[in-house]
């Protein structure tokens, strides 16, 4: 069966240090990589998608960057946080058909920006 | 510009309290209207797709119902471990795009 692996789970960073969270997938090949942000109250926020190994797509214009070193990993970094980068970040997959909607979770990163 | 509004913002009711929440949409050319639910502190969890307006899904009390512009998620008898919130999700320019609504929180008490 597949897995979906995030972490860290929490994370407390002083604004203007760098930022690593790690996304990865086991028991698929060729997934479709979602990283999505869900801030206090509000609803979820796609940041970047990946459709394979180096393609990586771009939602929104921020200090953040996305990478996919391999087929079933994900990387979301930042060289200097902001206080409007705390938030929870949830890294998601589907397979590369992918138009039924369905997107399979991992269960979250929660960074918080000081 | 692609949008999904959901209402109420929170919803509390008692235990075996039927209701509705809503997701209303606006989309160019609907591809499919998700729902998810979504426990404190963790990712989401797909609950239905729903393709063409007068479409019904159903899973034990939860019923998901679509029109031309907006979706309902029923609830029947509703229990506490139904408390949770509920996101609904279109399709928007792609197939690599998912947006969400914000979410309806639902908190069922005994």
């Known amino acids: 069966s597949q897995t979906i692996h995030q972490w860290p789970a929490t994370l407390v960073q002083p604004v203007g240090s760098p930022l690593s969270l790690e996304c990865t997938v086991e028991?698929?090949?060729?997934?479709?990589l979602y990283w999505y942000r869900q801030a206090a109250g509000r609803g979820l926020q796609l940041l970047f998608y990946?459709?394979?190994?180096?393609?990586i797509s771009s939602e929104v214009p921020q200090n953040l960057s996305a990478s996919r070193p391999q087929d079933r990993q994900f990387i979301l970094s930042s060289k200097k946080l902001l206080l409007s980068d705390s938030g929870f970040y949830l890294c998601?997959?589907?397979?590369?058909?992918?138009?039924?909607?369905?997107?399979?979770f991992g269960e979250g990163s929660r960074l918080t920006v000081l | 510009e692609d949008q999904v509004t959901q209402s109420p913002e929170a919803l509390r009711l008692q235990e075996g309290e039927s209701s509705s929440l809503n997701c209303s949409y606006t989309v160019s050319g609907l591809r499919g209207l998700f729902w998810y639910r979504q426990d404190p502190g963790k990712g989401p969890e797909f609950l239905f797709t729903?393709?063409?307006a007068g479409e019904e899904k159903e899973k034990e009390r939860l019923k998901a119902t679509l029109t031309k512009k907006e979706s309902f998620l029923h609830i029947t008898a509703p229990k506490p471990e139904d408390s949770a919130t509920y996101l609904c999700a279109v399709f928007s320019g792609g197939y690599n795009k998912l947006i969400f609504g914000a979410g309806t929180r639902l908190a069922v008490h005994p």
């Open positions: 990946s459709v394979g190994i180096g393609q």
């Open positions: 729903l393709y063409s």
């Open positions: 998601a997959w589907n397979p590369l058909a992918g138009d039924t909607g369905e997107l399979f």
């Open positions: 028991g698929t090949s060729n997934p479709n």
